[in-house]
């Protein structure tokens, strides 16, 4: 009995010093004695702490100093799409306001649903139509500044909000280049402050930046 158990030991211990494995062996009682506090929870798979494991922050790598902002090209299709929803949003409205002003004098009947259907149709249209350019010249005119540029700043903002004006303006001469002008600059130039706000009252904000 005793030969045996000495033969099968020799013979595992063979094999762990063959196969590199010759880490000693412990039984339970031996184990059982030995302090586990201040232990990390290894992975028995992987042999790592688990807890480096945890994303804490940001699955992205940004240079040190810079802002969670998205570029012009990627707020473009966010800014048309958003103004063309909000100018069929408002148009209706002014549609539905024109409609029910008009047909005031007429009776309920289907005749007159059909004329502010016709109304609030017409006028989110048209509306729609409206801001989409505009956000759609904006946002053209914005990249085209920022690659000319190689810069990102608040002097796109103004010059696309500038030249948008003049250009939705165009059709009324240079009265129409001027006022259109002056309107995108005002409106631009007040977008601009707004984001630069916290910086010049001294305040400080970790909201991002869109252009």
Same mark, same amino acid.
């Given at each position: 009995?005793?030969?045996?158990?000495?033969?099968?030991?020799?013979?595992?211990?063979?094999?762990?010093?063959?196969?590199?494995?010759?880490?000693?062996?412990?039984?339970?009682?031996?184990?059982?004695?030995?302090?586990?506090?201040?232990?990390?929870?290894?992975?028995?798979?992987l042999?790592?702490?688990?807890?480096?494991?945890?994303?804490?922050?940001?699955?992205?790598?940004?240079?040190?100093?810079?802002?969670?902002?998205?570029?012009?090209?990627?707020?473009?299709?966010?800014?048309?799409?958003?103004?063309?929803?909000?100018?069929?949003?408002l148009?209706?409205?002014?549609?539905?306001?024109?409609?029910?002003?008009?047909?005031?004098?007429?009776?309920?009947?289907?005749?007159?649903?059909?004329?502010?259907?016709?109304?609030?149709?017409?006028?989110?249209?048209s509306?729609?139509?409206s801001?989409?350019?505009?956000?759609?010249?904006?946002?053209?005119?914005?990249?085209?500044?920022?690659?000319?540029?190689?810069?990102?700043d608040?002097?796109?903002? *103004? &010059?696309? +909000?500038? @030249?948008? /004006?003049?250009?939705?303006?165009? !059709?009324?001469? #240079?009265?129409? *280049? &001027?006022? +259109?002008? @002056?309107? /995108?600059?005002?409106?631009?130039? !007040?977008?601009? #402050?707004?984001n630069?706000?916290?910086?010049?009252?001294?305040?400080?904000?970790?909201?991002?930046?869109?252009?």
């Amino acid at each position: 009995m005793d030969n045996n158990s000495q033969g099968s030991g020799g013979f595992k211990a063979s094999l762990g010093s063959l196969f590199g494995s010759g880490a000693p062996e412990y039984s339970n009682a031996e184990l059982a004695g030995v302090p586990l506090s201040g232990m990390s929870p290894l992975s028995p798979y992987l042999n790592v702490d688990p807890r480096y494991l945890v994303q804490d922050t940001d699955e992205f790598i940004l240079p040190t100093g810079a802002n969670k902002t998205r570029g012009r090209f990627e707020l473009a299709f966010f800014t048309i799409g958003g103004s063309c929803m909000t100018g069929a949003t408002l148009g209706a409205l002014n549609g539905l306001r024109m409609g029910l002003k008009e047909t005031r004098d007429m009776a309920w009947s289907k005749p007159r649903n059909v004329q502010i259907i016709n109304m609030v149709t017409r006028q989110g249209a048209s509306w729609a139509n409206s801001l989409g350019s505009v956000a759609l010249l904006y946002s053209a005119f914005g990249v085209a500044i920022e690659k000319a540029r190689g810069a990102e700043d608040d002097i796109n903002t *103004v &010059a696309a +909000g500038t @030249l948008t /004006g003049m250009v939705f303006k165009s !059709a009324g001469g #240079l009265k129409g *280049v &001027a006022r +259109g002008g @002056l309107l /995108g600059f005002a409106l631009s130039g !007040a977008y601009a #402050l707004y984001n630069n706000w916290e910086h010049i009252t001294g305040s400080s904000s970790s909201a991002p930046r869109l252009y």
